[in-house]
């Protein structure tokens, strides 16, 4: 057998053995961004590596890129936003991606609002969980239609100003005349959602469950989770003990609960169910479901 045989085997091997991505949507770990305010500036980084282990200095650069534009603030970017435009940017092939907003401060959020801008109360902006971009060379209207089909999260056709919004919460679409920001649709916790740090584990011990649109305090959340039926044990360390409720009362940058139950993540996709604890203030449902979670590597049949 040739060298170049055998070095082209070992490397499919390779590829056999290598894990599953940690997020159903992801791209090859690189990621080329040029940005819409910051003249000149782009992002050219390598965030993961073909173990599948993130570059923390390389997260670095990408906080810095997706800086609020207006007052320089930075924030986490989740690696979950970061993966869906690496899944953009592979799979439709755009000439060029570009940040039209990244990361904004809650400040400059208020800002906008307060200008009359169409920006929303609870805008996953300010948690580094949305990005809106224009992909060069892929017509919007198509595109917006093939991410709506594959329910990647939340993505707004902005098509008079040549972007789309691309977001990590539940699968949602719109238009700019149908995003419903002018009626503050997430006022008194209306569009209270939860998201995992990842969407596959080997085991979901130590997985951190976070709370996202929070607009109304406080919130209460059971100790126990389900798993398709099965308790999961959650602790919060940022919340107050009441009774069997944990209680998030005072705001933060952060709302997190993690797993404390030892329990094999499922070979089928499944949600987390959490339950809030009365009384639940404004509009908070009484089940917030997760995203789903799987087993990162299922056994060989």
């Known amino acids: 057998m040739s060298a170049g045989w055998l070095m082209a085997l070992l490397a499919v091997a390779a590829a056999a053995a290598a894990e599953p991505p940690r997020f159903y949507f992801s791209g090859d770990g690189t990621l080329a961004l040029d940005h819409a305010h910051f003249a000149g500036e782009t992002l050219r980084v390598r965030y993961r590596d073909a173990d599948g282990r993130y570059d923390h200095p390389a997260l670095a650069r990408v906080e810095h890129f997706f800086r609020s534009r207006e007052d320089g603030a930075q924030g986490p970017v989740s690696l979950r936003l970061l993966e869906l435009l690496d899944y953009v940017e592979d799979r439709y092939h755009p000439t060029r991606l570009t940040l039209v907003s990244g990361y904004r401060s809650p400040e400059f ?3 906008l609002r307060g200008k009359g801008r169409q920006v929303a109360q609870a805008s996953l902006h300010t948690e580094g969980m949305a990005a809106d971009v224009h992909p ?16 990647v999260g939340g993505v707004g056709l ?9 977001d990590t919460g539940r699968a949602r679409f719109w238009e700019a005349a149908t995003s419903g920001v002018a ?7 209306a569009r209270l959602f939860a998201r995992t740090d990842f969407d ?4 979901l011990a130590g997985a951190v469950l976070s709370l996202h649109s929070v607009t109304a305090l406080p919130i209460g959340v059971r100790r126990t989770a389900r798993l398709d039926g099965d308790p999961v044990a959650l602790t919060a360390p940022g919340a107050r003990a009441e009774g069997e409720c944990w209680v998030f009362a005072e705001p933060a940058a952060r709302y997190e609960l993690v797993v404390e139950t030892a329990i094999t993540a499922p070979g089928a996709r499944t949600p987390l169910v959490l339950e809030t604890c009365a009384p639940r203030t404004g509009a908070t449902p009484r089940h917030i479901t997760t995203n789903a979670v799987q087993r990162l590597a299922l056994p060989s049949p």
Do not use: I
């Open 183 to 189: 009626q503050n649709a997430a006022r008194e916790n």
């Open 136 to 151: 060069a060379g892929v017509k919007l209207r198509p595109l917006w239609n093939q991410l709506r089909a594959a329910q």
């Open 200 to 203: 596959r584990y080997d085991s």
């Open 109 to 111: 959020n208020r800002t």
């Open 158 to 166: 902005y098509q008079g100003e040549g972007f789309l919004h691309l």
